[in-house]
């Protein structure tokens, strides 16, 4: 499969082009930050309009990185929907797709800061989930080892001889990983921001830019021009 | 002058004064449905134009509106009021003459509809609000005789669309309204009257004597130009020579960032301290009527400016025009050098400077055309279902409406005369329900059909949001700059928004004359500080790109293919000799393509001659093209007569890149995803409904706009790909920014037949590309091998690889 391999606390994980996170010795797939249901939200809030097709392109891809992986576990790693209301207010049809997905499979919910609350969608709800080595959580703790998370939906940008070029990325050291975000529409934070450079990542720290093929440079820490 | 009312006849009498032919040709064609009077500036056709008026009003038994004059500019409105109020009491005539636009206090507003003048002086906007009110039949009830000034300025855009669709709609309402369009500079004068005119109704074409030749050349200079970019700094000299040896002079340029630049430059060269201005769109309305105040009162030498004074106002005496750069076009070179000497009967001088070398030969082809009469411009297409789109809701604000009604109005107008029942239909669905992938929203069902068959609005309270967003003019998002002071300081008019993230805090850039210096954004204001630095950073705002017509494109080819060139200077000429040694003219009938290496990249030149829009487009479909090739293009830059693009791969057989069909396909399918066409969406869009810039609460910052617009444009290319706008867009898409119908036009033209020429270095031609600013990158397998190199490079200096 193509992807960018790497060990973290020992376990061997692949980072997919698509932002998803694939641990093959538990054929576990994990990806964060689905942000499902954002323009109906944005809608209800009165906030300019989204179209409401962005839920099924966001579907669409996870489909596909199962199709390919074949992973029994999906952990989706918080905020996976733009908040409690935004799960309830999924159309039928995309409910039926989640729970297609869902079938034949184990499935976790973690909480993010926007989906705090249990939703009534099938799979298990959990705050975060040990999976020794590694734990999964939405937003990564300082001084932790073997952490997935994600939250930041970071992205890295670079210079390409007089051209800037950037991509959401994951970030990865040594203690952990932070998992671009999966979901359409959704911003990002640069990987200069203080967020990462303040401590969290470490120095020698890389980020894997996605997009047709996964690119590893060291983390950009200063801006590289817009 | 038997058939002049008394009062009239007194008037021109006791000034010594004769009717032209055109003015008395005008009066006996009182009762004619439709005229188009063709008179050069100065001319006297404004008053030509309104002389049935005032000799009908004369018999003073008419009560309510008789006559509405629109014009394309506010200010040419206003003017026109002051021209026309004199004379109207000089002659002891009671009738009242107002006017009404976007600067007309609200309770003059009221007033007006709730007692309407005699003459209503107005433009296309303020005019589709008027007709959108319910009492809209009482308002324009005894309405008479309807005057379009510049209709041909009108004609180019869609605003004349939208004031044809209004026409249409008080043709209906009065059914006796008599049409009368005026205009100086028309280069298809019966198709400019089959779109002012009734359908039904013949539209009789007037001529008034034309008046002499102008007198027009090249600016000489001592220098030569340089070989690229629009500045002509070299030529301000030479330019300040001439103002001194004039009265008044107006310096003419294509963008307002031009003109911005050259005024900086003729300051610092001004030892004579000479009073000159600058007047242009983005600068505040205060600092452009000062301008136009000290012009007016003979305060100037000259006015650096742009089409801002295309048009219109009356400037005393001005006797010099100056183009700097070349004129691109023309129709609007010929109404620019009218802006000189505005007096009938005596000929306009003007002179012409090239900002480079190419210029010259368009300089050249230009002057030539002036002094053939060979006005160019481009055909009208259909009557744009954008506007429509807007028509149809503006309908629906002043009442219930018969769709069957509403089309044999729309399709009496001439630009709707080929619409067709079914494109209506689509255009009411679209209003009504927002097109099928849009159909699970509230705010874009906007129409429902009553059990008795009537189309209504579904909310009453949706007139106030339609009102406020009539109009078709797609200002680009500008925020307005202001000195930084304690309480707001003296605004200095407007940039574009995305130019104005580009500034950060420090950076200095030239607005009206003066180098400013960015200090902050605050609230949607971009506040700055004097600088006294010498030299600004930066200088950007965009003002209309022109394309080169075709017209004077196929000039330029003919030019280029004489046999020797006696009219041009010997920098050009040997130039072009050693173009004609090295590699090949390019020919009207045959695409010449060039392929070299130069520093270390392969290049590729095209010399299609479509324009700036069209070999911009081209641009991006070939290196579409050469990627699935794999020849890995890197980006390109386009100017009006070639594209240069650079890649990674050298170019060897051109004919599978140039198939029409592969590039038609191109447009189709992947185009659909460019940025242009999401700005043509975007424009689209805006008129017809879709989005909407201004609401009750605030309007949306253009950012805002943008981000809905694109995400509602990809949502239907994906899920809805027949969305009326979609379609819309595509047709848009043949013209305009993608220009694509000059693509083809090129493509007939040159029928198949393209020459390669593989070159072992850059040629002459292709030179002046390699310093064009406004290069394109391309996405694709060259940034990957990009990417990839510059990720190995950065992994082994970290030594991680």
């Known amino acids: 499969m193509d992807g960018y391999s790497f060990t973290l606390a020992g376990a061997a994980l692949t980072a997919l082009p698509s932002g998803a996170l694939y641990w093959e010795a538990r054929n576990l797939l994990c990806v964060s930050d689905l942000h499902l249901g954002k323009s109906e939200r944005r809608a209800r809030l009165g906030e300019p309009p989204l179209p409401p097709y962005e839920t099924r392109d966001t579907l669409t891809r996870l489909e596909e990185d199962l199709r390919r992986t074949g992973a029994a576990t999906v952990i989706c790693l918080g905020d996976s929907f733009d908040d409690a209301a935004a799960a309830h207010a999924l159309p039928d049809a995309e409910k039926l797709w989640i729970a297609k997905l869902q079938a034949g499979r184990r499935w976790v919910w973690i909480e993010g800061n926007h989906d705090p609350g249990p939703v009534d969608l099938g799979g298990a709800h959990m705050a975060e989930l040990p999976s020794p080595p590694l734990v999964f959580r939405h937003i990564a703790r300082a001084r932790q080892s073997g952490e997935i998370s994600g939250h930041y939906h970071p992205k890295a940008r670079l210079a390409l001889r007089g051209r800037s070029l950037s991509r959401p990325a994951f970030l990865i050291d040594s203690d952990r990983v932070i998992l671009p975000a999966y979901g359409t529409y959704t911003g990002g934070l640069w990987s200069d921001d203080a967020a990462f450079t303040g401590g969290l990542m470490r120095d020698e720290a890389l980020a894997v830019l996605t997009g047709p093929m996964l690119h590893a440079v060291p983390m950009p820490r200063r801006s590289a021009g817009r | 002058m038997s058939n002049l009312p008394a009062p009239l006849d007194h008037w021109f009498a006791a000034r010594g004064w004769q009717l032209h032919p055109h003015q008395a040709e005008m009066l006996a064609r009182a009762q004619a449905p439709a005229t188009l009077l063709i008179a050069p500036t100065g001319g006297g056709k404004t008053l030509a134009g309104f002389l049935p008026t005032l000799a009908d009003l004369a018999q003073g038994d008419h009560a309510g509106l008789h006559t509405l004059y629109i014009s394309p500019l506010k200010a040419l409105a206003a003017d026109i009021r002051r021209n026309l109020t004199r004379p109207v009491e000089e ?41 959108s009110y319910e009492d809209a039949p009482r308002i324009f009830a005894g309405l008479k005789r309807v005057v379009v000034d510049e209709v041909h300025a009108l004609a180019e855009s869609k605003r004349g669309d939208q004031l044809m669709l209004a026409l249409s709609r008080l043709q209906a309402l009065c059914p006796d309204m008599r049409r009368v369009g005026l205009s100086a ?13 009734h359908c039904d109704h013949p539209c009789d074409i007037r001529h008034a004597d034309p008046g002499p030749d102008p007198d ?50 003729l300051w610092l060269a001004n ?68 802006r000189a000497n505005h007096r009938y009967n005596a000929p306009s001088k003007a002179l012409l400077v090239p900002a480079n070398r190419f210029e010259v030969v368009e300089c050249l082809a230009a002057l030539q055309a ?40 729309v399709a009496s107008a001439g630009a709707y005369a080929t619409l067709t029942r079914d494109e209506f239909d689509a255009c009411l669905e679209f209003c009504a329900t927002g097109g099928y992938a849009l159909r699970a929203y509230d705010q874009w069902q906007r129409l429902k059909q009553r059990p008795d068959g009537l ?40 940039i574009e928004e995305g130019f104005a993230a580009t500034l950060s805090p420090g950076d200095t850039f030239l607005i009206g004359g003066q180098i400013v210096r960015f200090e902050s954004l605050r609230e949607m204001v971009v506040e700055v500080s004097r600088d006294p630095g010498r030299t600004p950073k930066i200088a950007t705002f965009m003002g209309t790109k022109f394309a080169t017509s075709t017209q004077l494109s196929e000039r330029i080819l003919a030019i280029l293919n004489q046999p020797d060139w006696p009219d041009l200077p010997a920098h050009i000429r040997a130039w072009l000799e050693l173009q004609r040694r090295l590699s090949d003219m390019p020919q009207a009938g045959r695409l010449l393509i060039e392929s070299f290496p130069h520093d270390g990249r392969e290049h590729v030149c095209i010399y299609g001659f479509a324009g700036r829009n069209a070999m911009q487009t081209l641009g991006l479909l070939v290196t579409k093209r050469m990627e699935e090739e794999g020849l890995a293009p890197l980006g390109f830059v386009s100017t009006d007569y070639a594209t240069l693009i650079w890649g990674l791969e050298p170019l060897t057989d051109a004919a599978p890149i140039f198939a029409r069909d592969a590039l038609r396909d191109g447009l189709e399918s992947w185009l659909m995803g460019n940025a242009v066409m999401k700005r043509t969406f975007r424009a689209s869009a805006t008129i017809a409904g879709l989005i909407q810039r201004n609401s009750p609460q605030a309007r949306k910052n253009g950012r805002q706009t943008t981000m809905s617009s694109d995400i509602l444009y990809d949502t239907l290319v994906k899920y809805d790909p027949d969305h009326l706008l979609l379609d819309i867009t595509k047709a848009e898409a043949m013209r305009g920014l ?64």
């Open chain 2, 738 to 801: 993608v220009d694509f119908g000059r693509i083809e036009e090129m493509l007939h033209r040159i029928n198949g037949r393209i020459t390669l020429r593989r070159l072992t270095r850059v040629s002459p031609l292709a030179a002046p590309l390699f310093l064009e600013a406004g290069r394109t990158p391309v996405e694709g397998a060259a940034q990957e091998r990009l990417l990839a190199e510059e990720s190995a490079r950065l992994m082994q200096a970290a030594g991680l690889a």
């Open chain 2, 370 to 409: 002036v002094k053939d009469r060979d006005l160019d411009g481009e055909a009208r297409g259909p009557g744009p279902r954008d506007v429509l789109c807007q028509h149809i809701l503006i309908r629906a604000c002043a009442g219930p409406f018969h769709a069957d009604d509403l089309y044999a109005e």
């Open chain 2, 271 to 338: 030892e004579d301290a000479l009073p000159i201005g600058i007047h242009h769109g983005s600068l505040d309305r205060a600092q452009r009527e000062r301008v136009e105040g000290a012009m007016v009162r003979g305060e100037l030498r000259a006015v650096v400016c742009t089409g801002s004074l295309d048009l219109g106002l009356d400037w005393g005496d001005v006797d010099l025009v100056i183009q700097v750069g070349a004129p691109k076009n023309v129709k609007r070179l010929v109404q620019r050098i009218g």
């Open chain 2, 216 to 265: 027009i050349a090249m600016l000489e200079t001592a220098e030569a130009p340089p070989w690229s970019g629009g500045g002509a700094a070299y030529a301000i000299p030479a330019v300040l020579d001439q103002v001194r040896r004039h009265k008044t002079t107006l310096i003419f340029h294509n963008t307002r960032a031009q003109a911005e630049i050259f005024f900086h430059n």
């Open chain 2, 185 to 197: 500079t028309v280069e298809d004068p019966p198709a400019l009257a089959h779109f002012m005119a």
């Open chain 2, 91 to 131: 002659m002891g005539l009671a009738i009242r003459i107002e006017d009404r636009t976007g600067d007309t206090s609200s309770h003059a507003k009221r007033r007006q509809r709730a007692d309407p003048p005699h003459i209503l002086l107005t433009t296309p906007e303020s005019l589709a609000l008027l007709t």
């Open chain 2, 455 to 494: 189309w209504q609005l579904r909310d009453p309270r949706s007139p106030r949001l339609i009102r406020m967003n009539i109009g078709t003019i797609q200002d680009t998002d500008t925020l307005k700059v202001r000195m930084r002071r304690a309480r707001g300081g003296k605004p200095l008019g407007e």
